[in-house]
């Protein structure tokens, strides 16, 4: 029987600019994982779904081909896919119990009355990772969207959790908020993960004088501001 290098499957789900980016830092930080990517044309589709996602006797014992059938077991350790593929396969996904989801650029998640949400939300996993850099882009409702589908038990209430944090008046209700996102959340900024930036300089520069320039019907203005 094949050797279990880890304890997958997992699913990530990115933008299709992306795809390419984290095949080649999965290749590069763990080049032991069968890493398969789930995108192109329904028959490029079928054919991975044919060799790609399940063992087969013509590569595998038929006794362990049989009991990895069993179990549902992947040949894969991690899927590669975009939301549209998702979509349109998403009675695939569902049958798949994931060890872990990660949906990169998950603020696409934040209206949790979306299709995109809906469809998602049906995806079975043991647990879940949303990568973001605008959690929080225009309202609290898109900040309680994440956490929603990340623990929709814990955040079951959205009416009770805009009734708590959608106004943030003061200092003590920011508090509260990071409390509450303290074993969700995880923030890293540049300086934490690259030592090797130099430390940010801030010059200011007065002008005194300067051209502002203007667009109206095609044309361009200007005029000098003192």
């Not at 763990?30 to 890493?35: E, L, R």
């Not at 996602?53 to 975009?82: I, S, W």
Request: aromatic share 12%; proline share 5%; glycine share 2%.
């Amino acid at each position: 029987m094949p050797t279990t290098r880890c304890s997958g499957p997992f699913l990530v789900v990115a933008p299709l600019s992306l795809i390419a980016q984290w095949q080649s830092e999965i290749a590069l930080w763990s080049p032991d994982i069968n890493c398969v990517v789930m995108h192109g044309s329904q028959q490029a589709r079928d054919i991975i779904l044919s060799y790609e996602f399940y063992y087969h006797e013509a590569f595998t014992p038929k006794a362990d081909v049989q009991a990895l059938r069993k179990k549902n077991a992947c040949k894969f350790d991690v899927l590669l896919t975009t939301y549209e593929i998702c979509m349109k396969d998403i009675k695939l996904f569902t049958k798949i119990d994931w060890k872990v989801l990660i949906v990169d650029e998950a603020h696409r998640l934040k209206n949790h009355q979306a299709r995109l949400f809906e469809v998602m939300k049906t995806i079975p996993r043991q647990q879940c990772v949303l990568l973001t850099g605008t959690p929080l882009q225009n309202k609290t409702e898109e900040l309680w969207a994440l956490l929603h589908f990340a623990d929709p038990t814990k955040f079951k209430n959205q009416h009770e959790f805009v009734s708590q944090f959608g106004d943030l008046r003061d200092a003590t209700d920011v508090a509260k908020l990071h409390s509450v996102l303290k074993p969700y959340l995880l923030r890293r900024v540049k300086e934490d993960v690259e030592k090797t930036l130099p430390p940010k300089e801030e010059v200011i520069v007065e002008v005194r004088n300067f051209i502002q320039f203007s667009h109206f019907a095609g044309h361009f203005y200007y005029c000098n501001i003192e």
